[in-house]
């Protein structure tokens, strides 16, 4: 991104994505993960449960020791290539994507993923709300998800299902809800019906400074430091909300058919329970 040029519209710069996706599927470079969405009701929300097979190809997390680094200057693809952004950063199409313009955004030079977002990175966080519009989130550490042990904020375009505009994400009922029950003193607040550790909080805008600061008090309200190594966190922005886990927002992938009848079986709410640390501090009631 050179000078001033973050100053440009919304439109050229998903022109610019658009352009990036049609050259990738010309030259094959795109792996789209095909998926059958069905729905699952729970707690008043219509939760998105995706199914495919192809997750089994896609490598599953850091202890797999995959020593090669796609994100790295030497092995950036071309084809997947949108922009640098600020000199610090580059904004990539994600190779592996359930929907379309799944953007990663890397840092130039190697960071762990495990280590804690910095300044540089909320500035090119707030610059991809402003443009996009999108959710964009953190996988931290081993237990969080992450795939790639180079440091990367994903962006997803709302909204989450097409056949539903009006409605960005599933769990937008359960935010607001729990958002206007909240304690007037604080900032933050918790969806009751997750029965674990999570917070959430209001954002006012898209500027880095309100971002880095959310994130430290989400943070620290958690019990998490980020300069500890060994922390495992998701942290998700969308201006309005932010809260600490992807999947929170009501959408979910499985590999089998196996895998989504054992899903509907236990319950969403409960599968996230599952994989999430459990409340045992009276602060986080």
Known sequence: MSKGEDTNSSEAWWS?????????????????????AIRIPQAGVDFIL?????????????????TFNPFAPENLDSDLFVSELYGTHNLLLNKFNVLPHHLLLTTKEFQRQSDPLNHTDFKVASFALKMFRPIIFYNCGKASGASQSHKHMQALP???DSERPDELFPIEPLLRRNHEKKNAISNIF??????????CVKLRSYDSVELEDKY???????????????HSYNILFRVGISVNSVGMVGTMLVKSEEEKEAFIEAGPIEVLRGVSVQIHSKNLQ
Request: proline share 5%; hydrophobic share 30%; aromatic share 4%.
């Open 16 to 36: 610019r994505v658009r352009a990036t996706t049609e050259r990738a599927k010309k030259n094959n470079k795109l792996s789209t993960i095909d998926t059958t």
């Open 50 to 66: 995706r199914v495919s097979s192809i997750l089994k190809k896609k490598p599953q997390n850091l202890a797999q020791k995959n």
């Open 190 to 199: 918790r969806i009751e019906e997750f029965q674990f550790q999570h917070a």
């Open 158 to 160: 709302l909204p989450l």
């Open 216 to 230: 430290k008090e989400l943070l620290s309200y958690l019990g998490v430091n980020p300069k500890e190594q060994g």
